[in-house]
């Protein structure tokens, strides 16, 4: 769960995003929860600045101690804290799920459709159709022209892959800044499949984001997981 971001369209002088509250605990919780309840993920790794550390180990140790979630410092750009948690995976992990941290609004039911799609194909997303009318602008303000929205989809997270196809594009980034890990993927010619998700599941980057936020958490569907069925499986979730 990438976390490392400067936050900075949030403009809150108290918290960056992932930090803040949201009904009663930080965005990252809800968020990390998520996964936390499912028996089909037998790690869970938190991406910070390095800067925010101080302040994350005074408000979250117990957090993370009671919990069971590893840690790791980002880097510079979102590739390489994502880089950095893949080098902290645990071998029995055969699938790896990067979910953004400050996207808490997501349902079980997504995750696991999301988690079926990358069995079956190795690579998968959750993302939604361009309903709205696209413009390509210049200079800020002038319209340049009207960009044909069939066919393109917003990309959301988690983003799931078998373990080996991200590690192989990643190895083969060469610096490349992606702007999210399919992007990657598909750079070494890997097919990667979309599954629909939800405009609900919105990502937080400004305040009037986390108001509706707090809106949509309670709009969320019910889980309905049934146990552990994909091969993110463990017999044992706090590992």
């Known amino acids: 769960m990438p976390a490392a971001g ?20 930080a965005v990252w919780l809800h968020s990390a929860e998520k996964f936390l309840n499912r028996a089909d993920v037998v790690q869970v790794i938190l991406v910070i600045s390095p800067e925010d550390r101080e302040y994350f180990d005074f408000k979250f140790t117990a957090n993370v101690t009671i919990l069971g979630i590893d840690v790791v410092a980002g880097g510079k750009e979102r590739a390489d804290s994502v880089e950095n948690a893949i080098a902290r995976l645990k071998p029995e992990a055969e699938y790896i799920a990067i979910h953004d941290a400050a996207r808490p609004c997501i349902a079980d039911e997504w995750i696991t459709k999301v988690f079926e799609a990358a069995e079956k ?52 980034r060469g610096g490349f800044q992606a702007t999210d890990d399919s992007q990657l993927v598909e750079r070494i010619g890997k097919p990667v499949t979309v599954v629909r998700g939800s405009p609900v599941n919105l990502k937080i980057s400004t305040k009037e984001d986390l108001r509706l936020a707090e809106q949509a958490l309670r709009a969320l569907p019910k889980p309905k997981f049934q146990g552990p069925a994909h091969p993110f499986a463990g017999d044992d979730m706090w590992r």
Request: proline share 7%.
């Open 6 to 25: 400067a936050s900075s369209r949030f403009n809150d002088k108290n918290y960056k995003k992932p930090f803040a509250p949201l009904a009663d605990r």
């Open 121 to 172: 194909s190795g690579a998968a997303i959750l993302g939604v159709p361009v309903a709205s009318t696209l413009k390509r602008v210049k200079d800020g303000s002038t319209i340049v022209e009207t960009v044909p929205r069939e066919g393109l989809w917003e990309a959301q997270t988690p983003q799931v892959f078998r373990r080996n196809i991200l590690i192989e594009a990643y190895g083969r």
